[in-house]
């Protein structure tokens, strides 16, 4: 059984109270009848059932693990920090780190040509880019809020040694990136690369980001940001779930590990919410059992570009897919998006001197 109460009530009597839709282990499909083309499942829990949840008892995740009250922010989202632990140890092999950079790399020092203009990388993760641009010279600062995330980048760059050559290591939130908490613009470009604006599940929360990444780029400096192809990804889940076949979902170039796989598990149209679990594809470890699990944002063709032109002017946004650079024609970018299936969007967005 998914869920336990607490006075041991059955989950069907006390989903029942609910509206409709019984059942909800997070990670778990619940059959939906299909509706205007929408994907025939639902597995996030519906903020009236997940408030009684929180108050009375407690969801079982897929791995067997129990999650408790604590692990849901105030606006009833699963939080990303619960296992990031076990994410940030899979990370790296995720990543694929060299095959990354061979692409990355090259792209981000034509971007920055003059190594003199200060970095900050918003949301350094491993910090896998933050050390390839400080041993070319850049003066680099990592920022990674998460603790595990943290303390993994700080051994990779002991182990890289790097450590010497990067400028400096922070763990602000990107919400405090603002003039209240940090005033004065003091970086010159900002970087928040790997998909990372998609821990914010809620449009305003993103356009609140949006703004303090603009707050800290230094005027005439540029914001490289990126999304994955989220309606991509979305159109072969709704496949997946109805048994059709899935053509391959690319995360290269930014994802090219073969042992650790992640994959959509759940998906809630309300929220527009996805869940990926990550986990081992490969030798028998200790490690195979533990997966990594975000929950993340699948943004609408244009949400995150809508934000970044508003704030940043139409004109100083430049947008690439998998790092090729982008028709400018609306119709014709669209077109290529459908056509291609890129697995990630880039978008460099100058602020104004
Ligand atoms: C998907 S990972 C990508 C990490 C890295 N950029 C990469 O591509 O490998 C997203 C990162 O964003 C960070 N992040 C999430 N919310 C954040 C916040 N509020 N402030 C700063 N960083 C945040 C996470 O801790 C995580 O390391």
Partial sequence: MAIKTQ??????????????????RVGELIPEPDSLGEPSTIVLLRKDVRNQLRQTQSIVLPD?????????????????????????????????????????????????????????????????????????????????????????????????????LIESVEATNWRDLDNTSRPGANFGHVMCMGNSIAYEHRDQAIRKIVENLHYVTAPGQKLAIDERNWPMILENYVKKMKGLPMPHQSGAPMYNGTNVVGDPVAYDPKTKLMTFEYRR????????????????????????????REVFGRENVQCFSDFTSLP????????????????FLQYVCTKPA
């Fill in 281 to 308: 594809a490969d030798i028998e470890c200790e490690m195979k059992s533990k997966v990594g699990r975000l929950v993340m944002c699948a943004f609408e063709r244009d949400q995150l570009l809508v934000h970044l």
């Fill in 7 to 24: 006075k041991g009530r059955d989950l069907e009597e006390f989903t029942a109270r609910g509206r409709g839709t019984p059942s909800l």
């Fill in 328 to 343: 400018e024609k609306e119709s014709d970018r669209h077109q290529y998006l459908g056509d291609v299936k890129p697995g």
């Fill in 64 to 164: 067997g693990t129990e999650a408790s009250a604590s692990q849901f922010t105030e606006d009833g989202n699963l939080k990303n920090t619960e296992n990031s632990a076990t994410l940030a140890e899979l990370w790296e092999d995720f990543v694929g780190p060299e095959a990354r950079l061979e692409i990355v790399l090259p792209f981000l020092t034509e971007l920055f040509p003059d190594k003199a203009v200060s970095i900050f990388e918003s949301a350094a993760g491993l910090g896998i880019e933050a050390a390839a641009l400080a041993s070319a010279g850049y003066k680099v600062t990592a920022n990674e809020c998460d603790s595990e995330f943290l303390a993994l980048m700080n051994a990779r760059f002991t182990r890289l040694e790097v450590m010497g």
